[in-house]
């Protein structure tokens, strides 16, 4: 069991995306977490890798939170080119 529940992986995103990914309160993260099962850790102001998030429990769920992840920081990043591009249009 022990094994099975220690699979990582990791996961990188711009710390300017950290604030949405958590959410206010910590409500976004914490909801995956609990839909996943897994423990998702951001980097602390002190770790040198600031765009290192890592995923903690068991493969298939590991998985599942990687793959939503990755979804919601797409979506991020996909919003923020359309804002650049309005942001040019207008200029």
Do not use: W
Not at 32 to 60: C, H, M, S, Y
């Amino acid at each position: 069991m022990q094994e099975e529940a220690g699979y990582t992986a990791e996961v990188r995103a711009k710390p300017e995306f950290h604030g949405f990914l958590i959410g206010r309160g910590g409500s976004n993260i914490r909801e995956l977490r609990l839909q996943t099962n897994t423990r998702i850790v951001f980097p602390g102001v002190n770790d040198a890798d600031q765009e290192l998030i890592i995923i903690i429990g068991k493969k298939e769920n590991v998985d599942s939170a990687m793959k939503e992840l990755n979804a919601r920081i797409d979506g991020l990043v996909s919003n923020l080119l359309v804002i650049n591009y309005c942001i040019v249009i207008i200029q």
